[in-house]
Each structure stands twice: as structure tokens, then as C-alpha cells.
């Protein structure tokens, strides 16, 4: 078994003796989507690309692409994005 695999399982069972969310053990992103109007991506690494059709922000795992319409970005911080407009799709790149 390789080494990063084993690293990753090692975090995963820590992170459920401690009770530990996911997003803060393991460093992934926390995406919550409401309705069709707005979405919270918390734990992002920065802004790849941005335009009224599509955002697109960096996660320690690749990235998350937002598309949709009238894209705005509603607020920005150094843990969390939100994105707001008509949204049609979340997908993990």
C-alpha cells in the first residue's frame, strides 16, 4: 500500500475516534448549496476563474466549478466563497 493512501485512511479513522467533521480533519471543502439561488464553499485555497457564467474556486482536491447565470460573488473571505444567481451546476473537477 502506498504511503499517501495510508496516510489518508490514518486521518479518516482519527478524525471518526475523535468525532471530528471531515472538512476540518481531512481538509476538504464544505459546499452547501440553497435552492437554485446561492452557494457556500467553505475551505477553498483561492479563485481560479470567475465570470457571470461560471466560478470556478481551487480545493485541496481539485477544484469546484459553479455554473449557472448572473453569477455574482456575494462574499469572499479566506475560508469561504459564496456564490449567488441562478445556479444549474456544482461539479467537482
Same mark, same amino acid.
Not at 81 to 89: K, L, Q, S, T
Given at each position: /500500500?502506498?504511503?499517501?493512501? /495510508? $496516510?489518508?485512511? !490514518?486521518?479518516?479513522?482519527?478524525?471518526?475516534?475523535?468525532?471530528?467533521? *471531515?472538512?476540518?480533519?481531512?481538509?476538504?471543502?464544505?459546499?452547501?448549496?440553497?435552492?437554485?439561488?446561492? @452557494?457556500?464553499?467553505?475551505?477553498?485555497?483561492?479563485?481560479?476563474?470567475?465570470?457571470?457564467?461560471?466560478?470556478?474556486?481551487?480545493?485541496?482536491? *481539485?477544484?469546484?466549478?459553479?455554473? $449557472?447565470?448572473?453569477? @455574482?460573488?456575494?462574499?469572499?473571505?479566506?475560508?469561504?466563497?459564496?456564490?449567488? $444567481?441562478?445556479?444549474?451546476?456544482?461539479? !467537482?473537477?
Amino acid at each position: /500500500m502506498r504511503w499517501p493512501k /495510508m $496516510g489518508e485512511q !490514518f486521518k479518516r479513522k482519527a478524525a471518526a475516534m475523535l468525532e471530528l467533521p *471531515g472538512e476540518v480533519a481531512l481538509n476538504l471543502p464544505k459546499v452547501i448549496v440553497t435552492g437554485r439561488i446561492q @452557494v457556500i464553499v467553505e475551505n477553498h485555497r483561492g479563485i481560479v476563474a470567475y465570470d457571470r457564467e461560471c466560478v470556478r474556486l481551487l480545493v485541496e482536491a *481539485g477544484e469546484v466549478a459553479v455554473s $449557472g447565470r448572473d453569477l @455574482v460573488l456575494r462574499s469572499i473571505l479566506p475560508d469561504e466563497v459564496i456564490v449567488e $444567481g441562478e445556479i444549474c451546476a456544482v461539479r !467537482f473537477l
